[in-house]
């Protein structure tokens, strides 16, 4: 099996298997969803003195700023992923499907399979 287990992950829930591979998959999918700039932004973000940014203000500054920017670049991009992972997540074997229930961990082919169907549902 591919990943660990999504934090605060419940055993068995009555959803469909579509749902808790979406949410098995996040925390990966967002990691590939994310700009390569976002990280260097979010660094040179908190690296300058709040103070000395907002006019010497408590608070704010360009951090906040920073990751805001890297989270709206990476939401969207993760949005693409919802109709690729539904698509795989019917894909899923018997045995598969208990141990996503049961554990919160998809197969090792999973992802790939979805950046296919992504690649895919993208051309159309």
């Given at each position: 099996?591919?990943?660990?287990?999504p934090?605060?992950?419940?055993?068995?829930?009555?959803?469909?298997?579509?749902?808790?591979?979406?949410?098995?998959?996040?925390?990966?999918?967002?990691?590939?969803?994310?700009?390569?700039?976002?990280?260097?932004?979010?660094?040179?973000?908190?690296?300058?003195?709040?103070?000395?940014?907002?006019?010497?203000?408590?608070?704010?500054?360009?951090?906040?700023?920073?990751?805001?920017?890297?989270?709206?670049?990476s939401?969207?991009?993760?949005?693409?992923?919802?109709?690729?992972?539904?698509?795989?997540?019917?894909?899923?074997?018997?045995?598969?499907?208990?141990?996503?229930?049961?554990?919160?961990?998809?197969?090792?082919?999973?992802?790939?399979?979805?950046?296919?169907?992504?690649r895919?549902?993208?051309?159309?």
């Open positions: 099996m591919a990943l660990a287990r934090k605060n992950w419940v055993p068995n829930r009555p959803v469909q298997d579509s749902r808790l591979a979406w949410e098995a998959a996040i925390p990966e999918l967002a990691r590939r969803s994310r700009k390569w700039w976002t990280a260097p932004l979010r660094i040179a973000g908190a690296a300058v003195p709040n103070r000395r940014v907002n006019g010497g203000l408590d608070g704010g500054g360009s951090t906040g700023f920073a990751r805001e920017i890297g989270q709206d670049a939401s969207g991009r993760l949005k693409d992923y919802a109709i690729p992972v539904d698509a795989v997540a019917e894909r899923l074997s018997p045995d598969e499907r208990k141990t996503l229930r049961a554990e919160g961990v998809l197969p090792d082919w999973f992802f790939d399979a979805v950046e296919e169907q992504r895919a549902h993208r051309k159309r």
